[in-house]
């Protein structure tokens, strides 16, 4: 076990000089001074590179062995170093007082969830047969087979691959089987916290900012997916990521920032199905906001047109195999008679909305995200960013109904199996944007920049 912890440590590491070069490439140099936030966004910004040029490879015929893992990496960070000049460090908001207790709990509760991680089996159904089956297929049989994966072994097959490709860094590096894959993949919410921090605590008050993320790491809901090493957090990190760092592009205006965007929309476009329906909504916001703004939307096309093109070859590898899931097996969404299935919208929409506010589920978060939407609304500086959030979320649970409307499976089944997850990825999108919407800090322009 310390063999193993140490060898994934190593592994882990090349993962987050991969994030400092996915950073750098973008101009941003995090504050060295801050080490737990910076290493939470090196490690989420690196675990999206990795996750999205891995399933490349893989798609390319690559097995991705422990020493092509570690040259991805090295590769990453050295595009970064090219970088010299024109990198900016967020100006550091100095926490006083009581309130430094806040940022000292949030490290306990994630220090306290990775122990956890790292003694959980992969004990989740889903977590099983949809993703863990493919990374240790990857590895048993020394790459993508299109046999296996067609078999009645995995399910979903046509599922994209970066949460199998995070999945591989411990199997790669601790042998397999591995009883690291929980921890392993629940290492991208472990950091999603820092990350939030290292990208926002120089935009919003330093109070505001502690709250809302020790309300995410304390998310009973959260923890628990987390556990049972399911996608839905995962995506909600990327996606969650993507529309900050898109939002503070609209505000400010920095290419590095629509980079990242493109770079977390592509992770969550790679990590499940409805990512790409997601994000499609994010960006689409995203060229209307700019344009409002008088800012050219171009750029924000240049993005999608990147984003799809890391998308394409696994859509075309996963057709060309005729791979399938639960819903094309059963007919695909155009089997159903949505007039006869009309019936379903209200109980579908009420399930959805009880799942989305259900304090059991998210403790303060949900109502933390609401009211901070409200009071964006009512001040002019903020209502932007509230109508962006209020638009991807809704947009987000519309997506949602529409699917349990239109699903060939049984609906009840469905709903049931389903929906506590599924809801992870609005919530947690609008919970991110809640620190911008309930303030900036006073020093919320002061950056450092290094010509």
Same mark, same amino acid.
């Given at each position: 076990?310390?063999?193993?912890?140490?060898?994934?440590?190593?592994?882990?590491?090349?993962?987050?000089?991969?994030?400092?070069?996915?950073?750098?490439?973008?101009?941003?140099?995090?504050?060295?001074?801050?080490?737990?936030? @910076?290493?939470?966004? &090196? *490690?989420?910004?690196?675990?999206?590179?990795?996750?999205?040029?891995?399933?490349?490879?893989?798609?390319?015929?690559?097995?991705?062995?422990?020493?092509?893992? %570690?040259?991805?990496?090295? @590769?990453?960070?050295?595009?970064?170093?090219?970088?010299?000049?024109?990198?900016?460090? +967020?100006?550091?908001?100095?926490?006083?007082?009581?309130?430094?207790?806040?940022?000292?709990?949030?490290?306990?509760?994630?220090?306290? #969830?990775? $122990? !956890?991680?790292? =003694?959980?089996?992969?004990?989740?159904?889903?977590?099983?047969?949809?993703?863990?089956?493919?990374?240790?297929? $990857?590895?048993?049989? !020394?790459?993508?087979?299109?046999?296996?994966?067609?078999?009645?072994?995995?399910?979903?097959?046509?599922?994209?691959?970066? =949460?199998?490709?995070?999945?591989?860094?411990?199997?790669?590096?601790?042998?397999?089987?591995?009883?690291?894959?929980?921890?392993?993949?629940?290492?991208?919410?472990?950091?999603?916290?820092?990350? %939030?921090?290292?990208?926002?605590?120089?935009?919003?008050?330093?109070?505001?900012?502690?709250?809302?993320?020790?309300?995410?790491?304390?998310?009973?809901? #959260?923890?628990?997916?987390?556990?049972?090493?399911?996608?839905?957090?995962?995506?909600?990190?990327?996606?969650?990521?993507?529309?900050?760092?898109?939002?503070?592009? $609209?505000?400010?205006?920095?290419?590095?920032?629509?980079?990242?965007?493109?770079?977390?929309?592509?992770?969550?476009?790679? @990590?499940? &199905?409805?990512?790409?329906?997601?994000?499609?909504?994010? #960006?689409?916001?995203?060229?209307?906001?700019?344009?409002?703004?008088?800012?050219? +939307?171009?750029?924000?096309?240049?993005?999608?047109?990147?984003?799809?093109?890391?998308?394409?070859?696994?859509?075309?590898?996963?057709?060309?195999?005729?791979?399938?899931?639960?819903?094309?097996?059963?007919?695909?969404?155009?089997?159903?008679?949505?007039?006869?299935?009309?019936?379903?919208?209200?109980?579908?929409?009420?399930?959805?909305?009880?799942?989305? =506010?259900?304090?059991?589920?998210?403790?303060?978060?949900?109502?933390?995200?609401?009211?901070?939407?409200? =009071?964006?609304?009512?001040?002019?500086?903020?209502?932007?960013?509230?109508? *962006?959030? #209020?638009?991807?979320?809704?947009?987000?649970? @519309?997506?949602?109904?529409?699917? *349990?409307?239109?699903?060939?499976?049984?609906?009840? *089944?469905?709903?049931?199996?389903?929906?506590?997850?599924?809801?992870?990825?609005?919530?947690?999108?609008?919970?991110?944007?809640?620190?911008?919407?309930?303030? +900036?800090?006073?020093?919320?322009?002061?950056?450092?920049?290094?010509?």
């Amino acid at each position: 076990m310390i063999r193993d912890l140490a060898a994934l440590a190593v592994a882990n590491g090349a993962v987050i000089a991969a994030g400092h070069g996915v950073l750098r490439v973008g101009g941003i140099r995090p504050a060295a001074g801050d080490l737990a936030w @910076t290493l939470g966004a &090196a *490690y989420v910004a690196g675990a999206a590179g990795v996750g999205v040029l891995g399933s490349l490879l893989l798609v390319f015929g690559l097995p991705l062995l422990w020493w092509q893992l %570690l040259l991805l990496c090295a @590769t990453v960070a050295a595009l970064g170093l090219l970088r010299r000049g024109g990198l900016r460090t +967020p100006a550091r908001v100095v926490t006083v007082g009581w309130e430094r207790v806040l940022p000292a709990a949030i490290l306990v509760v994630l220090s306290v #969830l990775a $122990i !956890d991680l790292a =003694v959980q089996p992969l004990w989740g159904d889903d977590a099983w047969s949809i993703w863990g089956v493919k990374a240790v297929a $990857i590895v048993a049989l !020394d790459g993508l087979d299109p046999a296996f994966l067609s078999s009645a072994s995995v399910l979903s097959a046509d599922y994209p691959l970066v =949460v199998p490709v995070l999945e591989l860094v411990a199997l790669r590096f601790s042998g397999l089987p591995s009883e690291l894959v929980v921890l392993q993949l629940g290492l991208v919410f472990c950091a999603f916290p820092c990350a %939030l921090v290292a990208f926002l605590r120089d935009r919003s008050r330093p109070l505001v900012l502690w709250t809302v993320v020790l309300a995410i790491a304390l998310a009973p809901t #959260l923890q628990i997916q987390v556990a049972s090493a399911v996608a839905d957090v995962t995506l909600a990190v990327f996606f969650g990521l993507a529309g900050v760092a898109g939002w503070q592009w $609209i505000e400010r205006g920095e290419g590095g920032l629509l980079w990242l965007t493109g770079v977390f929309g592509a992770a969550a476009v790679g @990590t499940k &199905a409805e990512g790409a329906v997601f994000v499609a909504f994010l #960006l689409g916001a995203l060229a209307v906001a700019a344009a409002r703004r008088g800012r050219s +939307p171009a750029g924000v096309g240049v993005v999608a047109a990147a984003v799809a093109a890391t998308a394409a070859p696994w859509v075309l590898w996963s057709r060309a195999h005729e791979l399938g899931n639960a819903v094309s097996e059963a007919g695909g969404f155009g089997s159903t008679d949505l007039t006869a299935a009309a019936e379903r919208l209200p109980r579908a929409a009420a399930a959805l909305a009880w799942e989305v =506010v259900d304090p059991t589920s998210w403790l303060a978060l949900a109502a933390i995200a609401v009211a901070a939407v409200v =009071v964006g609304l009512r001040h002019h500086a903020g209502r932007g960013a509230a109508a *962006y959030t #209020l638009f991807v979320s809704v947009a987000c649970l @519309t997506v949602l109904l529409a699917v *349990y409307w239109a699903t060939p499976l049984d609906f009840d *089944y469905h709903v049931a199996t389903s929906v506590r997850r599924v809801v992870t990825v609005p919530v947690v999108f609008a919970a991110s944007m809640a620190p911008l919407l309930l303030g +900036p800090s006073a020093g919320a322009e002061g950056v450092a920049v290094d010509r």
